[in-house]
């Protein structure tokens, strides 16, 4: 008798809370990464057509960073040799979180394998608080079952 894994598929929301997620202190006036999320072994993202990203960034104070800061997302792999922009615009176009007609929706596909990562880049005027930074990201998670 032979085992044999399969693999489970199912929709998915990387946040600020999820254990693989790193939130950074961005520079100001520097293209600095402020989030980085670590793709786990065994497992793979795809970012559809459709699926959404939404941030939250903010200032020690706190207050919301300019809506005209540059943000840029980011699949590398996990030496950070090879990297792909798959979204970039000013911080106003990803800040909505609940208004379907006005949430950044992505209009391409990326496949996003185990160990590599996605990472957010933001220049803003001001530094960014990682304590406050609030990344919603909808995707397909797919993992193996590896029976043991």
Do not use: H
Not at 25 to 43: D, F
Not at 94 to 107: G, Q, V, W
Request: glycine letters at 4%.
């Amino acid at each position: 008798m032979t085992m044999q894994s399969s693999i489970v598929a199912n929709e998915f929301r990387i946040t600020q809370n999820d254990p693989n997620f790193t939130a950074y202190t961005g520079v100001a006036n520097t293209l600095t990464k402020v989030v980085q999320y670590s793709v786990p072994q065994s497992t793979a993202l795809k970012i559809r057509q459709g699926d959404v990203l939404s941030l939250d960034l903010q200032t020690g104070v706190p207050a919301q960073i300019v809506d005209g800061s540059q943000c840029r997302l980011v699949i590398t792999d996990a030496n950070e040799v090879y990297s792909n922009v798959i979204a970039e615009g000013t911080y106003q176009i990803f800040k909505e979180f609940t208004n379907r007609n006005t949430i950044y929706a992505f209009s391409s596909q990326y496949n996003v394998g185990a160990n590599m990562l996605i990472q957010l880049w933001v220049n803003a005027s001001t530094v960014i608080a990682s304590a406050n930074t609030v990344f919603q990201l909808s995707c397909v998670r797919a993992t193996a079952n590896v029976p043991v």
